[in-house]
């Protein structure tokens, strides 16, 4: 057995170094390309989100990583080693599993202490390292207890602690709190995020959830049929979706197709200089970028349209408004709350909110 | 809620299946024991001496004694045989698992009293492994310990008893969720740490379940020793049929059996307590 770095430091790499690198990653099971020539980055400290529908390829990707599958085509790197020719069990990695997957014959104890039981580590340091680890999960109290007297909250700090005690210098996290009610996963998520910023880890996080990608990570990575669509931070992604498909997975949105003609869009009753070429084109213009229009004035930067409004969503500090434009448009408009309204108003957008994005 | 008369209606064929078929007759087998035989005559009359010869022959003890190593030796060999074929079908085959497994249960088919005549017929002083060992001039003449000895009775025990053990613990093993196994592999456990770390123990109840019907049902066996086993490889059910028939000794043959429905019926509760131990949920 090679001399794997089981127990490394933590935080052995400066934060922002280059860790984990994908080389035109492919996955192939039978006829179907799951993944399709993914090369991507993951610097040290960084808490990057692989984001994606179900059947996008996210856990495909985390499970090539953990070892679980082998690519088809491509390498996989980590700190100068090609880590996609070692076995699962060698690899300086550690999953978080989307069931947990504790061992059921085990105590919570007994659960996290197994990783460093398997490596031979001295019973002395075992002890202390799984304290540790139980108290950073805040479940010192339940060391003696079996996964299946625990909660499901309860069992997912054990599997973290498990993974945590083991310092891992990437931790891959498979939808960790999909198996969660609403309210634990919210309090789960900002315990989550503390604890990365606090031990320094590198989190590999799986979602198909946009909100939770958009609230934890540094970066999102989002999938669509096993090949990258965007990787960039949450801000960007949202402000500057570089697709069609990802402004409108990323938060919602109002795409306006239509065309450029002498540096002028038209996207049916709407009209604006822009300064692209002529051709068919796809802006994104997000709900609460479009605004009711005050007392007729206008800036010149401003696209003013008329609408009639047919439906009124009421959501306690805003209201969602579905406005028709004529020309068979409708419009999704975000507005602050204001009371009912009714018949036609007249709306603006700023022109620099109107995104133009790829099909 | 369903009616009381239902309740009570459903209620008569498996309290008349348990009353005629198990209760009765163990009650006569037990009233048995504790009668005599005089002069070729069973009379009824009430006494504990059947439980003293049990006690005081040193035959029976011996006899008893032998047919517990060869139960022994039939679970032991058959949970080394059962255990790897049930870790392959569970974890290793790939598209021809139904088949496999159909060939592994296949032989339950067959008559046992087939199978104790092929047994003969293989290991005979002119069977075909004598036969092939001279063929091979290996031997130059018949070896005969092959048959008419306790180690025929172990291997065509071993033979019969064999998908018995392995279906209980491949059961278990179907059961064992895979991503404990895959949790296991990514804390650093290698295949062999895996195994005994989580595969065997979470196999637990299926392996006592094997273990407990491979030394049961071997315990009570008498075609097999009948058949193969010979004067040296005699067991105790072939004791209380000859008490039974030839000897015509029934009292003494009912303390025997009751003697080893003891035994068994303490064997199944010890191997309910410790699956009960090793199951987890």
Redesign the interface.
């Known amino acids: 057995m090679s001399a794997s770095p089981a127990n490394p430091p933590l935080q052995n790499s400066a934060k922002g170094a280059l860790l984990l690198e994908l080389r035109n990653v492919g996955k192939r099971f039978g006829a179907t390309d799951v993944l399709k020539n993914i090369s991507l980055n993951i610097a040290s400290g960084e808490f990057l989100t692989l984001l994606g529908e179900s059947g996008s390829g996210k856990t495909t990707l985390l499970r090539l990583i953990a070892g679980f599958e082998r690519p088809s085509s491509g390498e996989i790197w980590m700190g100068g080693r090609r880590l996609d020719c070692q076995p699962p069990y060698k690899r300086p990695v550690n999953t978080v599993f989307q069931n947990y997957a504790l061992f059921p014959h085990l105590n919570a104890r007994d659960n996290v202490a197994y990783g460093l039981r398997v490596k031979s580590t001295p019973a002395s340091e075992i002890t202390g390292r799984v304290e540790e680890a139980l108290s950073m999960v805040k479940m010192r109290g339940f060391a003696a207890s079996r996964p299946s007297q625990l909660s499901g909250g309860q069992q997912q700090r054990i599997a973290l602690a498990r993974t945590l005690v083991n310092h891992p210098q990437l931790l891959l996290l498979d939808e960790p709190l999909s198996a969660l009610d609403a309210n634990l996963r919210k309090q789960m998520q900002s315990e989550l995020k503390a604890l990365q910023r606090q031990i320094g880890i590198t989190f590999l996080f799986v979602t198909h959830d946009q909100e939770e990608a958009m609230a934890l990570s540094d970066r999102i990575a989002l999938l669509r049929d096993g090949a990258l669509e965007q990787v960039a931070s949450p801000r960007e992604v949202y402000a500057r979706p570089a697709t069609a498909y990802t402004a409108q997975f990323i938060g919602q949105t109002n795409l306006l197709r239509g065309e450029v003609r002498g540096c002028m869009a038209t996207c049916g009753a709407l009209r604006w200089p822009v300064d692209e070429a002529d051709g068919p084109v796809i802006f994104s213009l997000r709900p609460e970028a479009i605004r009711l229009a005050a007392d007729g004035k206008r800036q010149t930067n401003e696209v003013k349209f008329r609408g009639a409004i047919r439906q009124q969503l009421y959501g306690g500090s805003s209201e969602l408004l579905e406005v028709d434009c004529g020309n068979d448009q409708t419009l999704r408009i975000r507005i602050p709350a204001c009371g009912p309204l009714t018949g036609e108003h007249d709306f603006v957008f700023s022109m620099s909110d109107a995104i133009r994005v790829q099909e | 809620m369903y009616s009381r008369t239902y309740k009570s209606l459903v209620s008569i064929p498996p309290l008349l299946w348990v009353g005629v078929f198990l209760l009765l007759p163990y009650t006569l087998m037990f009233a048995h024991s504790l009668w005599a035989v005089r002069d070729g005559v069973m009379v009824h009359q009430w006494n504990w001496d059947n439980y003293k010869t049990l006690f005081s022959n040193p035959l029976y003890a011996e006899v008893l004694l032998r047919t517990m190593r060869i139960a022994g030796s039939v679970t032991v060999c058959s949970l080394l045989l059962g255990y790897p074929l049930a870790y392959y079908l569970a974890f290793q085959v790939g598209a021809r698992k139904e088949l496999q497994y159909q060939l592994v249960v296949v032989p339950l088919w067959v008559s046992y009293l087939v199978r104790g005549y092929a047994w003969k017929t293989i290991l005979g002083s002119d069977g075909v492994l004598n036969g092939f060992l001279q063929y091979l001039h290996l031997t130059h003449e018949p070896v005969g310990f092959f048959l008419y000895s306790p180690f025929a009775v172990v291997l065509m025990l071993t033979h019969i008893y064999t998908p018995f053990v392995f279906l209980p613990i491949y059961a278990a093993l179907e059961h064992i969720?895979r991503?404990?196994i895959?949790?296991?592999?990514?804390?650093?456990?290698?295949s062999w740490?895996t195994f005994w770390?989580?595969i065997l123990?979470?196999s637990m109840p299926g392996l006592l379940a094997g273990a407990t019907f491979a030394f049961v049902l071997s315990l009570g066996d008498f075609l097999a020793p009948l058949l193969v086993g010979g004067p040296s490889g005699t067991m105790i059910a072939n004791v209380v049929q000859s008490l039974f028939g030839a000897a015509f000794d029934w009292p003494l043959g009912a303390a025997i059996s009751v003697g080893i429905l003891v035994i068994t019926i303490s064997l199944l509760f010890l191997s309910e307590f410790l699956e009960k131990q090793?199951a987890?949920?």
């Not at chain 2, 949790?183 to 650093?188: E, F, M, T, V, Y």
């Open positions: 969720p991503p404990l895959e949790a296991s592999q990514d804390l650093g456990a290698s740490q770390r989580v123990p979470l090793w987890f949920k």
